[in-house]
């Protein structure tokens, strides 16, 4: 169980830099977006939904971590899904920034380096189920 909780918690930290790093960084750059093709009020509303989604997979990975005692393995594969399919989102809202010029690219490479740390979280995900569900049969085989 201790390897599992680390690997989800390593998977929350990621989530929560990553969180913050959009909240405080991103959201407010891409408010700020002066480009003819700027719709600042659509990207705002996604990246909040990025946001909020991105805590709830966290959330669903500290409580697999140290709070709920059953199986916890669809859960762990649902936030893992979850983290996967909401980076390919911020994948295209960075790809679509790239367009934006040069002004924008600082805000592209950071949603760039949110999407890898969005996928690392969904794959610790995995790897936490794996880990979990077999410490949780090893204790069920022992007791």
Avoid: Y
Wanted: charged letters at 10%; a positive charge.
């Amino acid at each position: 169980m201790k390897a599992g909780r680390v690997v989800l918690l390593i998977g929350v930290g990621i989530i929560a830099v990553l969180v913050l790093t959009v909240s405080v960084w991103v959201i407010p750059r891409a408010a700020a977006d002066t480009s003819p093709i700027a719709s600042p009020e659509g990207a705002v509303g996604s990246l909040l939904t990025f946001t909020i989604a991105n805590i709830l997979f966290g959330l669903a990975m500290l409580g697999a971590a140290f709070f709920i005692k059953g199986d916890v393995t669809g859960i762990l594969v649902l936030a893992g899904i979850g983290a996967l399919l909401f980076g390919l989102w911020m994948l295209d809202g960075a790809f679509s920034f790239l367009n934006h010029g040069p002004s924008m690219q600082t805000v592209t490479s950071v949603m760039f380096a949110c999407v890898l740390a969005d996928w690392v979280a969904g794959l610790l995900a995995f790897i936490g189920a794996v880990l979990v569900s077999r410490s949780r049969k090893r204790e069920i085989s022992a007791a």
